[in-house]
């Protein structure tokens, strides 16, 4: 049964970088069949998009956050992360990671979530 | 930027009931579309990809119209289970950009 499970630290001080990772389970993150990202929602807010990468290829930023956002993946834990550097309040939200199955080129839709987790950027 | 306006932000429906939810693009998304379900504490679930094309387990009550700029979500008779937040998010850009709207609450009348 696939899972994906967000985790990492719930409160993160202005000017550093917040982390969180991203758990995949019941599917292989290298499987060339899928995308893997990161969306988020300010408290009160719509969603986001950060980020997305594909194993085997390319990594994809939403180019409001491109120069403070990095992905990585670390494929003997099956897990994705995602770093985003030099934080201010606007940051807080609930992060989620996210599947996106390969399609035409044109198709880039979620398929399957996390449940969430809140990030506060707060001193 | 491609900006998605989802109307109204909040409706209020009976159980049974039909309900119609709007989303609007600033520039032509061809049927490059999704629609997501969403509940406090839990994952998004998507329901529409492609404008129209129910995702797999999505039940038959839940149906989406519409190409260009103007698109809808009709759910036939609404469940208990169907209250929620709803998004619409384009793709018709990609790579790089993906939008979503602000969302339509539907809550209990």
């Known amino acids: 049964q696939l899972q994906l499970q967000e985790s990492g630290p719930g409160l993160v001080k202005p000017s550093e970088t917040l982390s969180l990772t991203c758990t995949v389970s019941g599917v292989s993150i290298s499987n060339n069949n899928y995308f893997w990202g990161w969306i988020r929602q300010p408290p009160g807010k719509g969603l986001e998009w950060i980020g997305s990468f594909y194993f085997s290829g390319s990594t994809h930023y939403n180019p409001s956050l491109k120069s403070r956002v990095t992905l990585s993946v670390d494929t003997s834990k099956n897990q994705f992360s995602l770093r985003l550097n030099s934080v201010t309040a606007a940051d807080t939200a609930v992060y989620f990671c996210?599947?996106?199955?390969?399609?035409?080129?044109?198709?880039?839709?979620?398929?399957?979530w996390g449940q969430g987790t809140l990030v506060t950027v707060s001193s | 930027e491609i900006v998605m306006t989802q109307s109204p932000a909040t409706l209020s429906v009976s159980p049974g009931e039909r309900a119609t939810l709007s989303c609007r693009a600033s520039?032509?998304?061809?049927?490059?579309l999704a629609w997501y379900q969403h509940k406090p504490g839990q994952a998004p679930r998507l329901l529409i990809y492609?404008?129209?094309t129910r995702a797999t387990g999505i039940p038959a009550r839940f149906s989406g119209s519409g190409s260009g700029t103007e698109f809808t979500l009709t759910i036939s008779s609404l469940q208990s289970e169907d209250f929620a937040v709803y998004y619409c998010q384009q793709y018709n850009n990609w790579p790089p950009a993906l939008t979503f709207g602000g969302g339509t609450k539907v809550e209990i009348k």
């Open positions: 520039q032509s998304v061809s049927s490059n």
């Open positions: 492609s404008a129209s």
């Open positions: 996210a599947r996106t199955p390969v399609g035409a080129p044109s198709e880039f839709y979620f398929d399957f």
